[in-house]
């Protein structure tokens, strides 16, 4: 059966917040999953923009764009006192795809993908073979994630998303990325079909 996805072009811009604490790596890092909604010692706030084309229902990929500053890197012993960086540079480019489980107008979905990541470097991510320099320094990351869509009218939509990101190299920190924003929906592309 054919039906039609009316305005199929939606942008977004919100907050993120960048966590590289757990991970499954060694101190300061920490356990994976442990204090995973400590927003207050781990979390790093910064913003992004985001492009998303909805191929059917239920499917639909995305590029964003997000910026950072990294100030908090985890912590050590039990203290709960947070290991802090200066102001690291955090970018990253991603090409996401959604799953939607549900199409009501509150929608779960599950995410996968891929991003190219660059941290600048410090105490604890240094790449560079001259110490002292404070470069960025980039790797390609995987990306699965869950999130909740829920659409407040036929234009407006608010996502909220968490997203791990599995870097290869060791130079590159694993991390965890949460985003929360507004999505548009884009006029004037009307003319998009999907087998349902």
């Not at 590029?63 to 970018?91: A, C, H, P, R």
């Not at 795809?97 to 979905?109: G, H, I, K, S």
């Not at 600048?120 to 470069?135: R, Y």
Request: net charge negative.
């Amino acid at each position: 059966m054919h039906a039609q996805v009316r305005d199929p072009w939606y942008a977004e811009i919100g907050v993120n917040a960048v966590d590289v604490y757990p991970v499954g790596e060694n101190m300061p890092q920490g356990p994976f999953f442990d204090e995973f909604l400590n927003v207050t010692d781990h979390w790093n706030f910064g913003f992004y923009l985001k492009v998303t084309r909805k191929l059917s229902q239920r499917f639909d990929v995305g590029l964003m764009f997000s910026n950072n500053t990294i100030t908090k890197w985890g912590q050590f012993g039990n203290d709960d006192v947070s290991f802090e960086v200066e102001d690291l540079k955090y970018y990253g480019v991603d090409i996401n795809a959604n799953y939607y489980l549900l199409t009501n107008r509150l929608q779960p979905f599950v995410g996968f993908g891929a991003s190219y990541t660059w941290i600048e470097e410090g105490a604890n991510n240094t790449f560079s073979t001259n110490q002292g320099t404070d470069n960025l320094v980039g790797a390609m990351t995987i990306n699965w994630g869950l999130g909740l869509k829920f659409t407040v009218s036929d234009h407006i939509s608010i996502n909220l998303q968490t997203t791990y990101k599995h870097s290869f190299q060791e130079y590159l920190t694993k991390h965890w990325q949460h985003t929360l924003g507004l999505q548009y929906r884009i006029l004037g592309n009307k003319g998009c079909n999907y087998v349902r």
